[in-house]
């Protein structure tokens, strides 16, 4: 492109006019656009001009014809026969493949309204079994072994994506931990997984991975048993 | 902003919503810009009949590939990047069958005048001028003055649809108003001769 003197913007500032006629300048730069209209006479005649055109120009725009109904109709049929899906597979009314079914497991735990009433029954749950268990431990005889503690089965980490991560990949990256959604995502982002003893070795290789990974998670970590 | 126009959250949700298999949503989005990637197709491809068939493909693009959007763009910049894509496509695979491409040095100067015409006219003819000396314009004036002042998109933006500096996008608007502003004042002055 050559420049012509005589076209070239008087000042660098007339060519974010466009952006400040339709509201879209970063606020920095709509204030010294603001200061510069202040000063100068010529951009103030330009913008004035280019405020007449913008309504004729989007007119002109909006009244064009549309496509016939018939490509919308040919999109659709297109999808529905190809039964395709852009990740995971689509919903059907009818029979549900076993992708489907493990899709639709995941929709429900991250519906919010079963989220409580999973919380509520894990820890009834979890206290149960440790009422019954200390009962159980107090009617058994005197041992020479003294308990160490029992290991846990099971290794517990927490994910916090980042904000704009949709949910399919937030699925395929619980997925890739062979782990198991216990808790979340709670008001503060935090997703709890489960990840059972065999899988617990490579999960420290799998947890820095994952942090490297800074534009997805924000943060990945073991919780404290 | 025009009625025709989303608001960039809501349309993200929308596509996320996509990605999950909602057909429901994916026909929201695509009354939401049917119409608008199909004018912005027809910047390149002036055949009719192909522009829609090239926005069927756009939408079933965006259908398939609404999981890889990472929503650091708006989601018009994104869809019109697709629509663009397969615009230039079809231009290759069928040759120029677009609107003119002339390069910007090739637009023969009108002398300067002291007072436009412009300003004089009533805002009914003004609006006929300005359709008129729009379709006039090379393919690339008309679609950095449609991504202005149609879809509004901010110039970090259409750097990003356009792969150009930024720098770029604002001189090319500003040679494009240049031009349209060109063409009415010819319209009109031949207007008023005859």
């Known amino acids: ?225 | 902003m025009d009625a025709t126009h989303g608001h960039n959250a809501l349309e993200g949700t929308l596509v996320a919503r996509v990605a999950t298999g909602d057909t429901q949503a994916f026909d929201t989005l695509y009354r939401l810009y049917e119409k608008r990637v199909y004018h912005y197709i027809r910047t390149f491809v002036r055949d009719a009949s192909l522009a829609e068939e090239i926005v069927g493909e756009v939408m079933f693009a965006l259908w398939r590939g609404a999981c890889t959007f990472t929503h650091q763009s708006r989601v018009s910049t994104w869809i019109f990047g697709i629509a663009r894509h397969k615009a230039l496509d079809a231009v290759r695979r069928n040759g120029k069958i677009g609107q003119s491409t002339a390069p910007l040095e090739d637009v023969p100067d009108l002398p300067s005048q002291q007072e436009t015409p412009i300003e004089g006219i009533q805002r009914e003819q003004l609006g006929i001028v300005t359709r008129q000396a729009l379709s006039k314009l090379s393919a690339e004036h008309q679609e950095i003055l449609r991504l202005v002042f149609y879809e509004e998109l901010p110039y970090e933006e259409i750097a990003l649809l356009l792969t150009i500096p930024e720098n770029t996008v604002k001189t090319r608007v500003f040679y494009a108003k240049q031009q349209l502003k060109r063409q009415m004042d010819r319209m009109l002055s031949r207007e008023s001769v005859v």
């Not at chain 1, 603001?34 to 913008?54: K, M, S």
């Not at chain 1, 929709?107 to 009422?131: D, E, K, N, Y």
């Not at chain 1, 890739?176 to 216990?182: E, K, T, Y």
């Not at chain 1, 003893?197 to 490579?202: F, G, I, V």
Request: glycine share 4%; aromatic share 4%.
């Open chain 1, 1 to 225: 492109m050559t420049t012509r003197p005589d076209l070239a913007p008087a000042h660098p500032t007339a060519t974010l006019l466009p952006w400040y006629l339709t509201g879209t300048l970063k606020e920095s730069e709509r204030q010294a656009v603001d200061e510069h209209l202040a000063t100068c006479a010529d951009c103030r005649t330009e913008l004035a001009h280019l405020a007449r055109l913008h309504l004729p120009m989007k007119t002109a725009f909006l009244e064009e014809s549309t496509p016939e109904l018939r490509v919308q109709q040919q999109v659709m049929g297109r999808i529905q026969a190809e039964g395709t899906f852009a990740q995971p597979a689509p919903h059907t009314r009818t029979g549900e493949g076993v992708a489907e079914s493990v899709e639709q497991w995941f929709r429900r735990l991250f519906a919010p309204r079963w989220i409580p009433a999973l919380a509520v029954t894990l820890l009834v749950g979890q206290l149960t079994l440790l009422l019954w268990t200390a009962g159980e431990q107090t009617a058994l005889p005197p041992s020479n072994i003294a308990s160490r503690g029992i290991q846990p089965l099971s290794t517990r980490v927490v994910l916090v994506f980042q904000e704009s991560i949709p949910e399919a990949r937030i699925r395929a990256t619980i997925l890739a931990l062979n782990g198991r959604l216990v808790d979340g995502p709670s008001t503060d982002g935090r997703y709890t997984i489960e990840i059972s003893s065999t899988e617990a070795r490579s999960l420290d290789q799998q947890l820095h991975r994952l942090q490297q990974q800074s534009d997805v998670i924000r943060r990945a970590e073991r919780l404290a048993p």
